[in-house]
């Protein structure tokens, strides 16, 4: 871990601190975490605004003994001391002032006169040419963030376009130039992990995608026998059953490339997308070849009420061997998913729909799902790969092999 997102401030400035309470949520490329106190105290001043992604190792707020009293000038020196020590990794000396540091993600804040400002912020006004001596600052922090800095300039860009007048482009140099979208942004934590993850996936893997159609018909009756048995057993659980099966088969697609060797993983951990409001997350079901399908299916359901809660252990993001992706519940009926590095392969599964099928020879209405195959050629050839999802289609079709 490299940096984090402060989500959510749980203290304000004046808070009185007691061991052990929730001081932040923060926001990494896994979850979302609560930070504890670690010293008793009184908070004099919070340098980090709530939604910005901060180096780890530098300080985010300052604390005072209960006893203690500073200036805001005394304070603006020991930030400007604070921030130079972190820059080398040092932890800030306590000795002078019996004030602590509590250290964990970056804010390099300033003072320009009696104006604060984030690093972010002043990059993002020099950018765009704007003086944040004209900018109000954020209630809570009362420090300038990024944020009033894009509020700052869509103002003044909304109010020039209400002006009629021919000189109403001089009004502010601002919007001559630096016409900003309102809806810009900071990449979160997950979303640049997840496009950190699929650039590399492109750039490294020559993925070939293969297709078929499976007949759902046995799938969906052993779903409503489950039901009936008060054992809700749902079609994403079967798949990863499924998978988990056929991976054992076929242990060339549960392998990675490293370097020039491919090597085979001992375990069969499969991954399931989780799509979440914070970004697509991959829980990992771990040996999943050693478990029925009823058991998957309570772990995934804990998994999946975990990660949309944001709430979910690192461990179980970690690990993979295989990924399962599944948008039928979108009415998606067929698409190739990218791999998810390292592993080798990744299965894309579509909505169960039904449509005319020849069964025994005869026009026949049933349901059917699409499966799409993609695998790193690098790793594997196109015929393992082929008999790999037919295995996987065959498995789907007898559910009972499965569950036996």
């Known amino acids: 871990m490299t940096d984090a997102m402060v989500t959510e401030w749980c203290v304000k400035e004046g808070d009185v601190l007691k061991a052990n309470q929730v001081l932040l949520l923060a926001e990494t490329d896994k979850a979302v975490q609560e930070i504890p106190v670690t010293e008793p105290g009184i908070v004099v001043r919070l340098l980090v605004a709530e939604g910005e992604n901060v180096e780890v190792q530098t300080p985010i707020m300052v604390v005072a003994g209960e006893t203690e009293a500073f ?8 930030v400007r001391l604070s921030v130079n020590q972190a820059s080398s990794d040092a932890i800030p000396s306590s000795s002078d002032s019996q004030m602590q540091m509590i250290k964990s993600v970056k804010d390099d804040s300033r003072v320009r006169g009696r104006v604060k400002i984030t690093p972010l912020a002043r990059k993002t006004a020099q950018k765009l040419g ?27 860009t909304s109010d020039a376009l209400h002006v009629s007048s021919p000189q109403s482009s001089a009004i502010s140099p601002v919007v001559q130039r630096t016409p900003v979208a309102p809806f810009s942004q900071q ?3 997950v979303r640049a992990l997840i496009a950190t993850r699929m650039t590399e996936s492109v750039n490294t893997k020559p993925s070939v995608p293969l297709t078929l159609t499976v007949d759902a018909d046995a799938l969906l009756e052993w779903r409503i026998k489950s039901e ?13 059953a499924a998978v988990a099966r056929a991976l054992s088969e076929f242990p060339i697609m549960n392998a990675s490339l490293v370097g020039d060797v491919i090597e085979s993983k001992g375990r069969i951990n499969v991954g399931i997308a989780v799509d979440t409001e914070r970004g697509l997350m991959v829980p990992k079901v771990f040996d999943a070849d050693k478990k029925n399908p009823a058991d998957i299916q309570l772990e995934l359901d804990m998994l999946v ?9 690192p461990e179980s993001l970690k690990g993979g061997t295989f990924t399962i992706t599944n948008l039928g519940m979108y009415e998606i009926e067929q698409f190739a998913a990218i791999i998810n ?8 599964v579509g909505m169960i729909k039904a449509m005319p099928i020849v069964r025994n020879g005869e026009l026949a209405i049933g349901n059917v799902m699409t499966l799409t195959l993609s695998f790193d050629h690098r790793v594997i050839d196109g015929g393992p790969a082929a008999r790999f999802l037919q295995q996987v289609k065959h498995l789907l079709e007898s559910p009972v092999n499965i569950f036996c």
Not at 71 to 78: I, L
Not at 142 to 148: A, F, G, H
Not at 305 to 313: A, I, S, T
């Open 305 to 313: 009420d975990k990660v949309r809660l944001g709430v979910v252990e």
């Open 228 to 240: 009936k048995m008060n054992r809700k057993i749902k079609i994403n659980a079967m798949l990863i």
């Open 341 to 348: 590095p390292p592993e080798t392969a990744i299965l894309a």
């Open 130 to 156: 704007v003086d944040y001596l004209l900018i109000t600052p954020s209630q809570k922090t009362n420090r300038i963030v990024k944020k009033d800095i894009l509020d700052f300039v869509a103002e003044r």
């Open 71 to 78: 200036t805001e000038e005394e304070v603006d020196e020991m």
């Open 187 to 189: 990449l979160s934590p």
